[in-house]
């Protein structure tokens, strides 16, 4: 790098900076592709069962236009699957978990139209914490009518025993 001197180094510094920060606000902007496999979500989620259905999304967190920065390894993973028929009761019917309505917030842009219509959402803390291990934050809803789980999690862990 001889001939650039300080001030060139510094500029080329200062403009791969930019370049970065452009780079990344604007892939968070444009939203991210919806995903429809199945197999990294049931190697996360494996109570849930066989899934089918899916459509979700894997998201970099501290990438969005707020600036914000939790961590460089911290996922965001969201979206809907449907469960085999009758899962959902079954999930459902154990007393302990306490099963109230609820509402999925914070539902992404891109999966908005793969919400079921009509759905009649239910949550349980207890359930919550089943599906996590308290190993990472998530929220599980869940739609008897339709067998459908609504899920946002953050640095979901590969069960073991579920493969690589």
């Given at each position: 790098?001889?001939?650039?001197g300080r001030?060139?180094v510094?500029?080329l510094?200062?403009?791969?900076?930019?370049?970065?920060?452009t780079s990344?606000?604007?892939?968070?902007?444009?939203?991210?592709?919806v995903r429809?496999?199945?197999?990294p979500l049931?190697?996360?989620?494996?109570a849930?069962?066989?899934?089918?259905?899916?459509?979700w999304?894997?998201?970099?967190?501290?990438?969005?236009?707020?600036?914000?920065?939790p961590?460089?390894?911290?996922?965001?993973?969201?979206g809907?699957?449907?469960?085999?028929?009758?899962?959902v009761a079954a999930?459902?019917?154990?007393?302990?978990r306490?099963?109230?309505?609820?509402?999925?917030?914070?539902?992404?842009?891109?999966l908005?139209?793969?919400?079921p219509?009509?759905?009649r959402?239910v949550c349980?803390?207890?359930?919550?914490?089943?599906?996590?291990?308290?190993?990472?934050?998530?929220?599980?809803?869940?739609?008897p009518g339709?067998?459908?789980?609504y899920?946002?999690?953050?640095?979901?862990?590969?069960?073991?025993?579920?493969?690589?």
């Open positions: 790098m001889t001939g650039l001030r060139g510094l500029s510094g200062a403009a791969v900076v930019l370049a970065a920060c990344t606000t604007k892939g968070a902007d444009s939203g991210g592709e429809t496999d199945v197999k049931e190697r996360r989620f494996p849930l069962g066989p899934l089918s259905r899916a459509h999304l894997g998201t970099a967190l501290g990438t969005d236009s707020r600036g914000s920065v961590g460089p390894t911290d996922v965001r993973v969201v809907t699957a449907r469960l085999r028929a009758g899962a999930l459902t019917a154990a007393p302990h306490s099963f109230q309505p609820g509402t999925p917030s914070r539902v992404p842009d891109e908005v139209e793969f919400m219509a009509g759905a959402w349980s803390d207890t359930f919550d914490r089943d599906m996590t291990g308290e190993r990472y934050s998530g929220a599980f809803l869940l739609d339709t067998d459908t789980v899920f946002d999690t953050t640095n979901p862990r590969v069960s073991a025993g579920s493969g690589p």
